[in-house]
């Protein structure tokens, strides 16, 4: 018995040590994938941007990739966060509403630093948005990029509680239920400090929000981006270029 205990445990070790060893070399593949289709590549698009963007009369402060139903390909993420690193807009949102990425931040966080450790300095990967980092590069001061993953379950515990709040503020008298408006929801619910996405990028073919929170988007606009996996330069470039056509739609 304990000599068939040996061998099972060997075994296991043998699929372990052969588990670990696929995973790094799948990993390996991919950082060498990433290297060779887009290092010789980058300049390239760093050329078409800036020819794009000196042309275009305004830019997205923020911009949120709405996922939709795809799954999210990180390198292709991380292309973006390099573009919106070079245009110099100041914060990018992904949007997931089924939490793929926020359960695997972590890993995000490796494939970046892996494949494009000269972003690492250029950008602030946090939480939130402040608006005072927007602010402060429509000034020119100097600033980083900031990164946010957006996922269905933010600001559901804020909904809850605002809703009970209010609903005790009227039972006692305190508050009248005329006093709750529009305005008076919007500011209840503008807290920690993210600001209104400029443009929303929807993956795939349907106008859907996927849950994004409303009074996040009452100025947003909305374009159709196919897919995020393998998009060009060239089209990220067009739609920044509709939006620089937009009018702006506050207060409509």
Not at 42 to 53: H, I, T, Y
Not at 133 to 155: C, E, F, M, P, W
Request: aromatic share 8%; with cysteine.
């Amino acid at each position: 018995m304990t000599a068939i205990l040996r061998i099972i445990l060997a075994l296991l070790h043998l699929v372990h040590t052969l588990h670990r060893a696929v995973i790094k070399g799948w990993a390996y593949m991919q950082t060498a994938y990433f290297k060779l289709r887009h290092g010789e590549n980058n300049r390239e698009e760093l050329d078409v941007l800036f020819e794009s963007v000196i042309k275009m009369e305004k830019l997205p402060r923020h911009l949120v990739i709405v996922l939709g139903r795809e799954e999210p390909s990180f390198l292709d993420l991380i292309r973006i966060i390099g573009w919106c690193v070079a245009t110099g807009i100041s914060c990018v949102s992904f949007y997931d509403h089924k939490g793929v990425i926020r359960n695997n931040e972590s890993t995000f966080w490796r494939e970046l630093t892996s494949l494009r450790p000269d972003l690492i300095s250029l950008i602030d990967w946090t939480p939130s948005c402040p608006v005072k980092a927007i602010q402060n590069a429509l000034n020119g001061t100097k600033h980083k990029t900031r990164v946010q993953i957006l996922s269905y379950s933010d600001g559901k515990g804020e909904i809850v509680s605002l809703t009970q709040n209010l609903s005790k503020a009227v039972t006692l008298g305190v508050l009248k239920l005329e006093e709750i408006t529009t305005e008076f929801l919007d500011e209840k619910l503008d807290l920690g400090g993210i600001s209104h996405p400029d443009v929303a990028l929807i993956c795939g073919s349907t106008y859907s929000t996927y849950g994004l929170l409303p009074w996040h988007i009452r100025t947003t606009e909305f374009f159709l981006l196919p897919t995020h996996h393998n998009v060009s330069v060239k089209i990220f470039v067009s739609l920044l270029e509709k939006f620089a056509r937009c009018e702006q739609r506050y207060g409509k």
